[in-house]
């Protein structure tokens, strides 16, 4: 019987030994030595040190930019109520003649001796306190006296000092000296004010006139190395904030003249604040606003940082003179 043809033995088939070591001539991948964790280190660390600066002026330039428009919209209402009183600038805060006396109608009713700023706000629709206060010694809803209130908008408050809202220790002041010293010469005599009311004609040089700024308060008269920080409803002369809203211009008369602290003693003045890298906030009489440094506002100020009584106030008389306002 035929049998099939005999089939051809299969072949032997290579076997394949897996093996771990890498082909000749090639090197295994390894981690990262030592030197190289270190190199990317220092370059992530040069990166931050260059960004964490660049970050905070951008912050701190977002601040200045707001404070511009805050008294950029304290401009408008400057001249709407010039316009509304018969040519006449603000007081810069009504006179105390009894504990009811003197008010103004604001908007949200009526309240007891407001700030250039509550008048202001007022003649542009922004009210400056939730639940303004007729008298002195009554309350409002937040625990604060009728003449120590907080401000309710932040278009009253700087945002590089977001904690000075108090009406007395603010953070924007008035050129009261020569646009609106509304404190009595003599108290029995209620329409005795030393400098006020002042017509907007009688000024000759708005656009070259302060009206409202950055202010340290009376922290001015200390040097740096001693002023203490900022406290609501405090009344030390040496703390940032105090008398916040009389902005004393560069030369005051400190016998026949006025200051924030005219009557203390010792007597301190309040100054410009350069709290936006080293510049101060200004809005001008005729409305616009710019950075300004203490010195080109024309403050002497010592090595130590005490501003003197002895500047120039050209920038701040209205008559473009140099001249120290006395009664």
């Not at 035929?2 to 090197?27: F, Y």
């Amino acid at each position: 019987m035929a049998g099939r043809p005999p089939q051809p033995a299969p072949r032997a088939q290579k076997q394949s030994v897996a093996t771990n070591r890498p082909p000749r001539g090639l090197v295994a991948p390894s981690g990262f030595t030592l030197i190289e964790l270190l190199v990317v280190v220092s370059i992530i660390a040069l990166l931050i040190s260059i960004l964490i600066p660049t970050l905070r002026n951008a912050r701190n330039q977002a601040k200045a930019a707001v404070c511009a428009s805050n008294l950029h919209v304290l401009g408008q209402g400057m001249s709407t109520y010039a316009q509304n009183h018969a040519d006449v600038l603000p007081p810069g805060r009504l006179p105390k003649i009894d504990d009811c006396n003197a008010y103004a109608v604001i908007r949200g009713g009526r309240k007891y001796r407001p700030t250039f700023l509550a008048v202001l706000g007022a003649e542009v629709g922004l009210p400056a306190f939730d639940d303004p206060q007729p008298c002195g010694s009554t309350f409002d809803r937040f625990g604060e006296k009728g003449d120590r209130q907080n401000y309710a908008s932040s278009a009253y408050v700087c945002p590089a000092v977001p904690s000075w809202t108090d009406e007395r220790n603010g953070a924007y002041a008035y050129n009261y000296q020569f646009l609106g010293n509304s404190r009595l010469r003599d108290p029995a005599v209620l329409d005795s004010y030393r400098n006020w009311p002042v017509p907007l004609s009688r000024i000759r040089s708005p656009g070259a006139t302060v009206a409202v700024g950055d202010c340290m308060g009376t922290a001015a008269s200390w040097p740096r190395n001693q002023r203490r920080e900022y406290e609501n409803n405090a009344r030390d002369a040496d703390r940032f904030g105090n008398e916040g809203f009389n902005l004393d211009p560069p030369r005051v008369d400190a016998v026949n003249g006025e200051m924030a602290n005219f009557d203390a003693t010792p007597q301190s003045r309040s100054a410009a604040d350069p709290r936006h890298r080293g510049r101060a906030s200004i809005l001008w009489l005729d409305g616009h606003t710019d950075p300004q440094t203490l010195g080109g506002l024309g403050y002497s100020v010592n090595p130590d940082g005490v501003v003197t009584f002895d500047g120039d106030n050209t920038l701040w008389s209205g008559t473009h003179q140099d001249t120290a306002w006395t009664p």
